[in-house]
């Protein structure tokens, strides 16, 4: 762990302690890494792994001992000099700067082998994991950062925000919360956008459940996501098979309701003369059908200008403005395609 190679559990901001009222690093479950303690863990790897008296100098060059960055620049400095010596570290840095080639997560097995030594796996996957989010790849954003304490990375605060906004968007609301909530702990020490955005994300997802409306819209919006993409394939698939099993439930349920509240309703009313209305007709005719064009399967689903102004609506009334902007969003692709 980061701590262990640095300076104990010891790595809050000195300078930020005064600021927040004497909090120290024992009022909260996690530490603010300090830049000292992480250029000084960063550079006796450098030693551990004998490197070169000209890598050093390197190294010295790119993370001079005057320079204290914060925030990810912490993260992108300690990698840059990783780099210096560990060539799949530089592919790792170039692929964070959106000049490389994709990771295949969750099958980057150097980041994940208990052999590759755990100060440079764990900040190189806290370094992707960043490139992963700005990709909108959440699954794999989860993945690259399973595992990962606060105390193994140079950039906790960076660690617990993006696992937040990972499980915010493939709607976990128990796990966001929780991790929102840890995150703020020190709020006082940790960026104001992540303090605004954490907030915004756990009040957005509480009270979130299961197979309501809600959930489901945010379950379709997550697959559409993935055919953008280009993850169409047997996961996708399966998530959009569950989007569909909640839909019929939620139909079963409503159906349900609606038959208690109008049991008579549901049956249908009973017809005066049943017998009479049952008998064939005696009439004769031609047996032909007349056929008319009904348009062909691109234009299945659209309704007229009018009626779909009426359905626009009465969804403006009944539900939501999201569900509004996703019916909306729908008949511009319909639209689209006719073009």
């Given at each position: 762990?980061?701590?262990?190679?640095?300076?104990?559990?010891?790595?809050?901001?000195?300078?930020?302690?005064?600021?927040?009222?004497?909090?120290?690093?024992?009022?909260?479950?996690?530490?603010?890494?300090?830049?000292?303690?992480?250029?000084?863990?960063?550079?006796?790897?450098?030693?551990?792994?004998?490197?070169?008296?000209?890598?050093?100098?390197?190294?010295?060059?790119?993370?001079?001992?005057?320079?204290?960055?914060?925030?990810?620049?912490?993260?992108?400095?300690?990698?840059?000099?990783?780099?210096?010596?560990?060539?799949?570290?530089?592919?790792?840095?170039?692929?964070?700067?959106?000049?490389?080639?994709?990771?295949?997560?969750?099958?980057?097995?150097?980041?994940?082998?208990?052999?590759?030594?755990?100060?440079?796996?764990?900040?190189?996957?806290?370094?992707?994991?960043?490139?992963?989010?700005?990709?909108?790849?959440?699954?794999?954003?989860?993945?690259?950062?399973?595992?990962?304490?606060?105390?193994?990375?140079?950039?906790p605060a960076a660690l617990l925000f993006m696992r937040a906004v990972a499980e915010?968007?493939?709607?976990?609301?128990?796990?966001?919360?929780?991790?929102?909530?840890?995150?703020?702990?020190?709020?006082?020490?940790?960026?104001?956008?992540?303090?605004?955005?954490?907030?915004?994300?756990?009040?957005?997802?509480?009270?979130?459940?299961?197979g309501s409306l809600d959930d489901i819209a945010r379950r379709m919006d997550h697959?559409?996501?993935?055919?953008?993409?280009?993850?169409?394939?047997?996961?996708?698939?399966?998530?959009?098979?569950?989007?569909?099993?909640?839909?019929?439930?939620?139909?079963?349920?409503?159906?349900?309701?609606?038959?208690?509240?109008?049991?008579?309703?549901s049956r249908g009313a009973p017809s005066g003369r049943p017998a009479q209305e049952?008998?064939?007709?005696?009439?004769?005719?031609?047996?032909?059908?007349?056929?008319?064009?009904?348009?062909?399967?691109?234009?299945?689903?659209?309704?007229?200008?009018?009626?779909?102004?009426?359905?626009?609506?009465?969804?403006?009334?009944?539900?939501?403005?999201?569900?509004?902007?996703?019916?909306?969003?729908?008949?511009?692709?319909?639209?689209?395609?006719?073009?």
């Amino acid at each position: 762990m980061l701590v262990c190679l640095a300076a104990g559990r010891d790595l809050v901001h000195a300078d930020n302690r005064d600021l927040v009222g004497g909090l120290t690093a024992t009022t909260a479950s996690w530490d603010v890494a300090e830049p000292r303690a992480v250029r000084a863990a960063t550079f006796a790897f450098l030693a551990e792994r004998k490197a070169t008296a000209e890598a050093l100098a390197t190294a010295a060059e790119v993370w001079p001992a005057d320079a204290l960055p914060t925030d990810a620049a912490l993260v992108d400095r300690a990698a840059t000099v990783l780099a210096v010596i560990e060539p799949k570290a530089a592919d790792v840095v170039s692929y964070a700067k959106g000049a490389g080639p994709a990771i295949p997560w969750p099958h980057a097995a150097w980041l994940t082998d208990e052999k590759t030594p755990a100060f440079l796996r764990s900040n190189l996957r806290l370094l992707a994991a960043r490139r992963l989010a700005e990709e909108r790849r959440f699954e794999d954003l989860l993945e690259a950062l399973k595992g990962l304490d606060v105390g193994d990375v140079a950039d906790p605060a960076a660690l617990l925000f993006m696992r937040a906004v990972a499980e915010h968007q493939l709607v976990r609301p128990e796990a966001c919360a929780a991790t929102a909530a840890t995150l703020l702990e020190n709020e006082a020490l940790i960026p104001a956008r992540y303090a605004a955005v954490a907030k915004l994300m756990r009040a957005d997802i509480e009270g979130v459940e299961h197979g309501s409306l809600d959930d489901i819209a945010r379950r379709m919006d997550h697959v559409g996501r993935r055919i953008e993409l280009g993850q169409a394939g047997p996961r996708t698939n399966e998530l959009a098979a569950e989007v569909v099993n909640s839909l019929d439930d939620l139909i079963k349920k409503a159906e349900s309701e609606r038959e208690k509240q109008n049991p008579q309703a549901s049956r249908g009313a009973p017809s005066g003369r049943p017998a009479q209305e049952s008998r064939p007709l005696e009439g004769k005719g031609e047996g032909k059908v007349e056929h008319k064009q009904i348009g062909t399967g691109r234009d299945w689903g659209n309704l007229p200008a009018k009626l779909r102004d009426a359905a626009l609506q009465q969804i403006g009334k009944d539900f939501p403005a999201h569900y509004r902007e996703i019916i909306e969003e729908y008949f511009r692709r319909l639209a689209a395609e006719e073009e």
